[in-house]
């Protein structure tokens, strides 16, 4: 089992930048594909970002493509998600997300996330 602990939410102008971090605990980090998943008040949570457990492949969202990188330091067992050029579209609570995998692969986390680790979020508030 994985303990997930997101961090590095706040309010921020549109323009600005913010970054996640998601910290994990348990089990072999490495071994995890990791995602991040966000939910807006009203709407659906959805997918954002993920990164295969090598952090050699990326895959993100439309919406974010081109703003947002992920990326994870597998010896701090920690994943982050550098946001950049932020819009009030943005707003929402981000989770992280994780599961243990053999396959080195972004297809992974989206595929499961329902059934993975979540952590319990952190509150990104984009201000005109």
């Known amino acids: 089992q994985v303990q997930l602990v997101e961090s590095g939410g706040g309010l921020v102008q549109a323009g600005g930048s913010l970054r996640l971090s998601c910290a994990a605990s348990?089990?072999?980090?490495?071994?995890?594909?990791m995602g991040w998943f966000r939910q807006a008040p009203g709407k659906e949570r959805e997918f954002v970002a993920t990164?295969?457990?090598?952090?050699?492949?990326?895959y993100y969202a439309d919406s974010v493509k081109g703003r947002f990188t992920i990326s994870r330091d597998n010896a701090k067992n920690t994943v982050y998600l550098q946001m950049n050029s932020l819009k009030p579209e943005d707003t929402a609570v981000y989770y992280c997300?994780?599961?243990?995998?053999?396959?080195?692969?972004?297809?992974?986390?989206?595929?499961?996330?329902?059934?993975?680790?979540w952590g319990q979020g952190t509150q990104v508030t984009v201000s005109l």
């Open positions: 990164i295969s457990w090598s952090g050699g492949s990326t």
């Open positions: 348990g089990q072999t980090f490495s071994s995890y594909a």
């Open positions: 997300n994780a599961v243990k995998t053999g396959e080195d692969s972004v297809s992974v986390i989206p595929k499961s996330a329902p059934y993975n680790y």
